[in-house]
T-cell receptor, first 114, second 115 residues
Framework: DAKTTQPTSMDCAEGRAANLPCNHS???????VYWYRQIHSQGPQYIIH???NNETNEMASLIITEDRKSSTLILPHATLRDTAVYYC???????????????FGQGTILTVHP | GAGVSQSPRYKVAKRGQDVALRCDPI?????LFWYQQALGQGPEFLTY????????KSGLPSDRFFAERPEGSVSTLKIQRTQQEDSAVYLC?????????????FGDGTRLSIL
């Protein structure tokens, strides 16, 4: 799976948009970008994923650059409950032998402050 | 419940004891994954099931680790002759199918402490 690079930590003011970047310059054409977050003492929570196009759901938006070498997760109105470790993961599409396992890096610690 | 359920939530064992960790996936989910998360690290893959078939066990750290899913639903991760380095959070995840376009949904894990 392609390696991802994320900032170690970020801060955001409550009510503001949180923009979390991820670099995946070695991504292949059949690999998906997945975002998970993990709040202390809980399991990772799925947020969103995409292949080529930008995606939006009730939690967040995912912006993928045209060359697919980087992406940004956007939390439009951050709240204190969004404080967590955010993981950007590149995952091989169907046909690979990895069976879709997730390879987690260190992630970005997002702290939302009042 | 609608989510992945793991039990026990916490487990303390003495070095050398055997332990069994249970995972109840989301109903109807074909794929089931086990991960191990050491303190301060991201989760690491252990093993993967598609229904009752264990298709990938490349992440199991030693032959003391054994996983099963005999009826294609509930799964058990067993660790024999536990060692201190086995102390970690063990996470289970399930997904609707084996397609990688389907997200994995995680339980809250079992925190295992080996004394």
């Amino acid at each position: 799976d392609a390696k991802t690079t994320q900032p170690t930590s970020m801060d955001c003011a409550e009510g503001r948009a949180a923009n979390l970047p991820c670099n995946h310059s070695t991504i292949s054409g059949n690999e998906y970008v997945y975002w998970y977050r993990q709040i202390h003492s809980q399991g990772p929570q799925y947020i969103i994923h995409g292949l080529k196009n930008n995606e939006t759901n009730e939690m967040a938006s995912l912006i993928i650059t045209e060359d697919r070498k980087s992406s940004t997760l956007i939390l439009p109105h951050a709240t204190l409950r969004d404080t967590a470790v955010y993981y950007c993961i590149v995952r091989v599409a169907a046909g690979g032998t990895s069976y879709g396992k997730l390879t987690f890096g260190q992630g970005t610690i997002l702290t939302v402050h009042p | 419940g609608a989510g992945v359920s793991q039990s026990p939530r916490y487990k303390v064992a003495k070095r050398g004891q055997d332990v069994a960790l249970r995972c109840d996936p989301i109903s109807g989910h074909v794929s089931l994954f086990w991960y191990q998360q050491a303190l301060g690290q991201g989760p690491e893959f252990l093993t993967y099931f598609q229904n009752e078939a264990q298709l990938d066990k490349s992440g199991l750290p030693s032959d003391r680790f054994f996983a099963e899913r005999p009826e294609g639903s509930v799964s058990t991760l067993k660790i024999q002759r536990t060692q201190q380095e086995d102390s970690a959070v063990y996470l289970c995840a399930s997904s609707l199918s084996g397609q990688v376009s389907q997200p994995q949904h995680f339980g809250d894990g079992t925190r295992l402490s080996i004394l």
